[in-house]
């Protein structure tokens, strides 16, 4: 095997060990934003072993291919962004598995963008990775990373505006169940602090997160708390600042 067979598959060996992640560290609440960041890295390993493998694969004369290497080195970042969709994030978060076959996809195209691209033609597999990385690199500024009060009035629209009643009863039934371990007011101590919560997640998304954690944070619902319960907390959460 050469040199650069090797130095290629060490780098997606990489890549692939980094996107394994999820089934070690389990379930676990990450930012939109820092969801994005992340799969940038897995993005650029996975373009850069993609276009390592081209370089060693093509044959010395070889200095153009066929346009459909060109074709698909366009087509695979779209798909990966489509692949980096925010809402899927509070689903894959609960479940490991599934968010390691989302990083395997990521992984795929990557690679295929700069494989395809560098087999079209020399350097062009440096564009599509780049452009497929600076892609996902942009979207920590925007895709899915609503500003604070944006997202707040869209969970307020989502659950047909929310009144005071309900962030009142979820200040009570937060502060019987859930201050014990993430402190008053959602200031933290055992548990993580849970101010700017709207800035992370949707209400939708938190009501999802209570009534589905990741350990060591106890299952409530439905044993515990309700669905009223568990709204009206999603409610008071998403008011703190």
């Excluded at 009501?207 to 439905?222: D, G, R, S, T, V």
Aim: glycine content about 10%.
């Amino acid at each position: 095997m050469s040199r650069g067979r090797i130095i290629a598959f060490l780098v997606l060996l990489a890549t692939v060990l980094f996107a394994l992640a999820p089934l070690v560290r389990g379930r676990v609440e990450i930012p939109t934003a820092q969801h994005h960041l992340l799969h940038a890295v897995m993005l650029a390993g996975a373009a850069l072993s993609g276009i390592l493998f081209a370089d060693v694969t093509k044959s010395a004369r070889e200095q153009r291919s066929s346009a459909a290497w060109l074709v698909v080195a366009m087509v695979t970042p779209v798909l990966a962004m489509l692949l980096m969709w925010p809402s899927e994030y509070a689903y894959l978060e609960t479940h490991p598995y599934g968010h390691a076959v989302e990083h395997g996809g990521l992984i795929l195209f990557g690679f295929v963008t700069g494989y395809g691209g560098q087999r079209y033609a020399n350097g062009i597999g440096w564009a599509a990775g780049i452009s497929i990385v600076a892609m996902a690199f942009l979207a920590v500024w925007g895709y899915g990373v609503a500003p604070a009060t944006a997202n707040l009035a869209a969970s307020r629209v989502a659950s047909n505006a929310l009144t005071a009643a309900d962030v009142v009863h979820g200040k009570v039934i937060f502060a019987q169940n859930c201050a014990v371990c993430h402190g008053v007011a959602g200031a933290g101590g055992e548990g993580p602090p849970l101010k700017n919560e709207r800035t992370r997640k949707s209400l939708a998304q938190t009501q999802q997160w209570i009534e589905n954690p990741a350990p060591p944070m106890p299952k409530l619902y439905p044993s515990v708390l309700s669905s009223q319960n568990v709204a009206d907390v999603a409610a008071y959460l998403q008011s703190l600042h």
